[in-house]
């Protein structure tokens, strides 16, 4: 059974994911989530994190991630996550405490388990770069990354650039050239899978559930906010790699090489895909089953507290 560290920052969309790997945890084991800054500050994120894991019963230790990218100034999506990062849910008061450092504890893990464990970030990519670059053993040890970031068909935050990689493009470099098998799902896939009334309207009539009462909170205000903003429904964008782990079959993928510009003042933090290139180390998710995803959605709910 492959061993997961999932690396996040909540986020709605992280918040689907974390619940799609409780109610599918037949299928991988998830061995910590670590809260890096991202979609709000790291402190909210994780606040987020820990209440999540709580309310899931979450049965595995929350780690605190990276504050800030490798270099450039800090980003975040408080105008489509909210004030909190997670806006709608209101939760308990929260008894579980952070584990301690990430990086920390993603470095020793990988590197006593060389081969065992999977790294999925769908957050910015900092924690996983500073853990290659800290450790020439990281990398080799790791038995593949999983990351939910990038895009060739327009991005999210600029005309070109794509939310999880514009918040840290040197780190997303890091990592696309770490040399390690690499799993992409990036928006030419993501935003194939949308929530949608039909979807929704599924989840209401579902028997009612903590977890329930979370997700349509969090749907209310994200729906809301995407359709503000972006005038659609929103993408299950993170919820994809933990689709995947649980049924490859879901996604059609190619394979390639991929690049980050660093350098443009126009483009900076945009995905090229490099098929050319000799040393394809990436594979891209292209294409989604979206029937199959949502069975796997409801699958998972059918399993939630």
């Not at 004030?83 to 008894?95: D, I, Q």
């Not at 919820?239 to 996604?251: G, Q, R, S, V």
Request: negative net charge.
């Amino acid at each position: 059974m492959e061993r997961i560290i999932f690396d996040c920052d909540p986020g709605h969309d992280d918040a689907v994911a974390l619940a799609m790997a409780k109610g599918l945890s037949e299928y991988f084991k998830l061995e910590a989530v670590i809260a890096t800054y991202g979609n709000q500050i790291r402190e909210k994120t994780l606040t987020n994190t820990l209440n999540l894991a709580q309310a899931l019963n979450l049965d595995v230790p929350v780690y605190a991630g990276s504050v800030a990218p490798l270099i450039r100034e800090r980003v975040v999506a408080g105008n489509i996550h909210g004030e909190n990062g997670l806006a709608g849910p209101v939760f308990p008061e929260c008894r579980l405490k952070c584990a301690g450092n990430g990086i920390t504890y993603a470095l020793d893990t990988v590197i006593n388990n060389p081969g065992e464990i999977t790294f999925v970030s769908v957050g910015p990519f900092t924690d996983l770069a500073v853990c290659l670059k800290a450790d020439p053993r990281f990398a080799p040890s790791l038995k593949r990354i999983i990351v939910m970031g990038g895009s060739t068909c327009g991005g999210n935050v600029t005309s070109t650039a794509e939310f999880n990689v514009y918040a840290d493009p040197e780190a997303a470099q890091i990592v696309f050239n770490s040399g390690v098998e690499i799993v992409q799902f990036g928006l030419d896939v993501t935003l194939q899978v949308m929530l949608s009334e039909e979807i929704l309207e599924k989840v209401r009539a579902s028997k009612e559930t903590n977890y329930k009462s979370i997700f349509l909170a969090s749907m209310e205000y994200y729906v809301k906010s995407c359709k503000e903003f972006i005038h659609d429904y929103p993408a299950m964008h993170d919820p994809c790699t933990i689709a995947y782990l649980a049924d490859p079959t879901i996604f059609k993928f190619i394979e390639t090489d991929v690049e980050v510009d660093l350098k443009s003042t126009l483009h900076y933090g945009a995905t090229v895909d490099l098929r050319e290139s000799i040393n394809k180390n990436v594979k891209k998710a292209i294409k989604a089953d979206i029937k199959k995803f949502w069975d796997l959605f409801f699958k998972a709910l059918e399993k939630l507290p």
